[in-house]
Each structure stands twice: as C-alpha cells, then as structure tokens.
C-alpha cells in the first residue's frame, strides 16, 4: 500500500483522517518521519496556509503528503474570525476559551449570529498539488454547551441540529463536520489517483 504523510501534529486529526483512508493508503505523521518543525502558515488565506505547510514536507522530505488548515467564517463579523480563527484574540495564542469569549462578545449587538467552518486540504503526489475543501453551515450560540471537542466546538451549533458540536460524539461530529467532507474529498481524489 502506498504511504502519505498528513503534516499535522493533532493527534486527533490523525486518527480521524486514518480512519476515512483506511485500506486506501497508509497515513503516516510527522514523527514517522522524523519530522520536529515548527511549521510556518503565514499565509493570508486558508488555502495558502494548507499549501504552505504541504510543500514544506513535500521539498524537504522528499514525500507525498497533505496539509489542512481551518477557519471558522462568521457573516456579520466580515467573515472574521477566518484565517486567524487560532489566534483571535489578542496575545492569547491558540487559547480556545479566550477566542471563544471574543467571538461572544463581538456578537452581542449582532442579529445574524449565521456562521460557517471552511477546512482546505492541500495535497501533493508526484509532484502534483491539489486542493479539496470542506464547510458545515451552522450559527453561533449565545453561550457555550458541551465539553467535548475542541476550538470553538461549544458554540458552534451546525444547521438542522439542536446541540453543539461540544454535545455530540466525535463520530457525530465528524459525519457532518468540514474537516469530515474535506477528509471524504481526499479520499475520492486519492482514489482517483
Ligand atoms: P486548524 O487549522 O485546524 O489549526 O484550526 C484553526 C483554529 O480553528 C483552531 O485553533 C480552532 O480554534 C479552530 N477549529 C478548527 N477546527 C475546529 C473544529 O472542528 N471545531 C472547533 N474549532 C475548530
């Protein structure tokens, strides 16, 4: 079977994307190849920073991989948190509880609470990129609910459902979740290879 290198060091991404390619390809991380960069995703867009960090394994390590990056797009707030969905708020890093009460507080005044998670996938065989990308449409809450997940996961409520995604399980999640369909779309693309 052939082998991929995902260039993430999430370990529950891992699991994740190992479990939708299973028996299609061997998903390596980046320990597996010895890999202890720091990573840069500077790049002003989402697909940029999904890029970035593919090419950076693929031109120093000589291997097939993919990279994700993810932004959650809030419509009354311009699209923000986007891009900087990690880093929000100021000087907290990716601290999810103090993005999580910035993003509340910016949508106090605010009627249109509609929002969105966009994951992009780059990836690079042979030498060949390609994007795929995945979205799940839902709203903002007005208070957290749920403790599990991750990020912004506790008022995150996706469309047609009662709960967060904070309140269900990871496989609930991941059926409807943007990271889910971009893994799914991988896995076509892959296919198609
Ligand atoms: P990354 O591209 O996966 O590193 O995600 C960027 C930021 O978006 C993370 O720091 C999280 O705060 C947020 N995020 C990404 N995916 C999810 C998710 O599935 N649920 C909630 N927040 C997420």
Not at 18 to 33: F, P, Y
Not at 110 to 122: E, G, L, P, S, Y
Not at 136 to 156: A, H, L, R
């Amino acid at each position: 079977m052939k082998s991929i290198v995902f260039a993430t060091n999430n370990a529950h991404k891992l699991a994740e994307a190992r479990a939708i390619l299973a028996g299609m390809v061997e998903v390596k991380s980046l320990a597996d190849i010895d890999c202890h960069d720091d990573i840069p995703e500077t790049a002003p867009t989402l697909e940029g920073n999904a890029l970035m960090k593919a090419r950076w394994i693929n031109e120093r390590y000589g291997v097939d991989c993919f990279a994700d990056d993810t932004g959650l797009e809030v419509d009354s707030l311009g699209g923000a948190p986007g891009v900087r969905s990690a880093r929000y708020a100021p000087g907290a890093g990716h601290d999810s509880a103090a993005n999580m009460k910035l993003l509340l507080e910016n949508l106090l005044d605010k009627k249109d609470r509609n929002a969105r998670f966009i994951t992009v996938v780059a990836v690079i065989t042979d030498g060949v990129e390609a994007t795929v990308e995945g979205k799940c449409e839902g709203i903002i809450t007005k208070e957290p609910s749920g403790m599990s997940g991750f990020g912004y996961d506790p008022v995150f409520q996706p469309e047609g459902e009662s709960r967060t995604f904070a309140e269900m399980s990871e496989a609930e999640k991941n059926a409807i979740s943007h990271r889910g369909e971009a893994m799914r779309r991988l896995a076509e693309y892959l296919d198609r290879m």
